[in-house]
């Protein structure tokens, strides 16, 4: 019997240690259960060279993808977990909220938001969307992956440009969940990616000189469970035997896992076979948390349309976490952070021995990045800090680390590190950890700005670049019967103010027109936009400037 593909296959980046009997009846349960999907409502972007519709009944995912002029759909669509899509992954596992219906294939599994839907078939629902033939701009409400007809406690929203044979996406995540329980960082897809079976072969720059022009590395895998690698170019593609197919360029994510499932080398968007690509970080995904990121596709040959464009636009070497809104793909151990967004820097609590920064996987040569910038205020009784770098191999040890002194007046200062001063300093650099006390005392507390190159920051907490989010304050909160939200945006443009539940249903726009960069203040009277009073609970106001955001939490009485 030929096996069909299954739902199950497409959320299993994280089952490598799966018994293969369990996968088997997943399978064979879901080849009862799905069928093809419906007639796709598509919304089409064409520049001319490539093609890439939306789908507004499947949660607006990315469902088509061609060569203008032609209807050769490289996007496998055979079921709701194979589009181009936003997915996102936390805790509790399991994840069964009172009333739900897990799938029985899918016993354990956690909060998994999928935005085409569910894999019982039940599809996310577009809420808003817009396209003036250059930007198709989309906003949705996610299905949990796992359940039956469970909408997920908040947004996708999704900006489409297209740029010769490159399809530029903006995606956010606007959480909203009732459960403030804090969960352990996960791996997420960033975007989850699945094409036709025609495009079979798998290759990505895994080597220790990226941008060099070195050999590329073909991946083979048959997965589930799915091979992972560092694509330290920040590329990977699946390409046919010729070599032309879909590139994904994520600048500054290297973790990547994907593979092929089925028979090689044929098959449409309908059919079983089908590659998957996932560009990774690891990330804490918190309750009322605004998440952004941006990738590209590219159609076209794997050396020279591919590989080529992300060369030309490889990110800066060395870090740059900014912390005005977000972790910025950092990871902790040993201490408390704070809860995202954040008012312009990373509040952290050092609450237990040995407390340690991991900033995300990356690659460069020591030689171009001699040094780097740690700006932070810093409360400890202690003044000593230390930052540990590895090699290639990842690894880190105890003579691999440089000293610093901080002053620990609470007061915000950058601090250079002369990395290249340290004797081991060499070669390729794949990772930094900052420590940001060696001996820890009762209070101690750290607020943390930023980890960049040597450039400076332009001012403590707002960094120069694309990283500003947008401070939003509310007062008073609790409240009854009104509140003033205030703001502060940075440039004059088109600003939208707008209230959600907690389930991420648009309550109230506030306001959506052009302002001047500065200070504004809104009044909200607790009313939705048909006049009617509002529910006594929590709701969340978001600040939108472009694409900067800044979200509020509002506690409405009664």
């Known amino acids: 019997m030929k096996p069909c593909a299954p739902p199950a296959h497409r959320r299993d980046?994280?089952?490598a240690a799966r018994a293969t009997a369990p996968l088997a009846c997943a399978i064979l349960l879901a080849c009862a259960l799905w069928a093809a999907p419906a007639a796709a409502a598509l919304q089409y972007l064409d520049n001319g060279v490539i093609r890439v519709g939306v789908d507004m009944v499947r949660g607006g995912a990315i469902g088509y993808l061609s060569l203008s002029g032609t209807s050769d759909n490289v996007v496998n669509t055979r079921d709701l977990g194979r589009y181009i899509q936003q997915s996102y992954y936390s805790g509790p596992t399991p994840y069964i909220p009172a009333g739900a219906i897990q799938h029985p294939a899918y016993a354990g599994w956690g909060?998994?938001?999928v935005q085409?839907?569910?894999v019982y078939g039940d599809q996310g629902v577009v809420t808003g969307s817009s396209n003036d033939g250059t930007t198709l701009y989309l906003q949705a409400r996610p299905k949990q992956w796992a359940l039956r007809n469970?909408?997920?406690?908040g947004l996708v929203e999704q900006w489409i440009t297209l740029d010769a044979a490159r399809v530029h996406v903006?995606?956010?995540l606007t959480n909203a969940r009732a459960d403030s329980t804090r969960y352990p960082a996960r791996h997420q897809e960033l975007p989850a990616i699945y094409t036709i079976g025609r495009l079979s072969h798998l290759y990505s720059y895994t080597g220790s000189a990226p941008f060099t022009g070195g050999a590329v590395t073909q991946i083979a895998n048959s997965g589930p469970p799915w091979a992972y690698w560092s694509a330290t170019e920040n590329w990977s593609a699946l390409v046919d035997a010729g070599g032309w197919g879909l590139g994904v360029v994520h600048a500054g994510a290297t973790l990547t896992v994907g593979g092929f499932h089925g028979t090689p080398g044929s098959g449409g968007p309908l059919d079983d076979a089908t590659g998957y690509l996932a560009p990774l970080q690891t990330e804490v995904l918190d309750q009322a948390i605004v998440y952004d990121y941006e990738y590209t596709l590219i159609l076209g040959n794997l050396d020279t349309d591919i590989r080529a464009w992300a060369v030309a636009h490889a990110p800066a070497p060395g870090p740059s976490c900014v912390f005005t809104s977000g972790r910025a793909h950092c990871t902790t151990g040993n201490l408390t952070d704070g809860r995202a967004p954040y008012s312009g820097?990373?509040?952290?609590a050092l609450d237990a021995a040995d407390p340690q920064i991991l900033l995300p996987p990356s690659l460069w040569q020591a030689s171009d990045v001699p040094s780097i910038l740690v700006t932070g205020a810093w409360r400890t009784q202690n003044a000593t800090a230390e930052v540990f770098f590895a090699g290639a191999d990842g690894a880190f040890s105890g003579d691999k680390r440089l000293e610093f002194a901080v002053i620990p007046d609470g007061q915000v200062r950058s601090y250079r590190l002369d990395l290249s001063a340290h004797p081991l300093y060499t070669g390729a650099i794949s990772r930094l950890r900052l420590d940001p006390i060696v001996a820890r005392s009762a209070g101690d507390a750290v607020d943390l700005y930023a980890i960049t190159t040597a450039s400076p920051a332009a001012t403590p907490g707002r960094p120069a670049g694309n990283h500003f989010a947008i401070v939003a304050t509310?007062?008073?909160n609790p409240f009854n019967p009104s509140t003033n939200i205030k703001f502060d945006v940075t440039r004059t443009g088109r600003v939208q103010v707008m209230v959600f539940d907690v389930r991420g249903r648009?309550?109230?726009?506030?306001?959506?027109?052009?302002?001047p960069a500065g200070p504004a203040t809104l009044a909200w009277d607790g009313r939705d936009d048909a006049g009617h009073p509002a529910a006594a609970g929590t709701y969340h106001a978001r600040v939108q400037a472009d694409r900067q955001a800044g979200l509020v939490r509002l506690m409405l009485l009664k």
């Open 13 to 15: 980046h994280r089952a």
């Open 111 to 113: 909060w998994n938001p």
């Open 116 to 118: 085409a839907g569910d």
């Open 150 to 153: 469970v909408n997920a406690d």
């Open 170 to 172: 903006h995606c956010r």
């Open 345 to 348: 820097f990373w509040p952290l």
């Open 474 to 476: 509310a007062a008073p």
């Open 506 to 515: 648009l309550v109230r726009t506030l306001l959506d027109e052009t302002l």
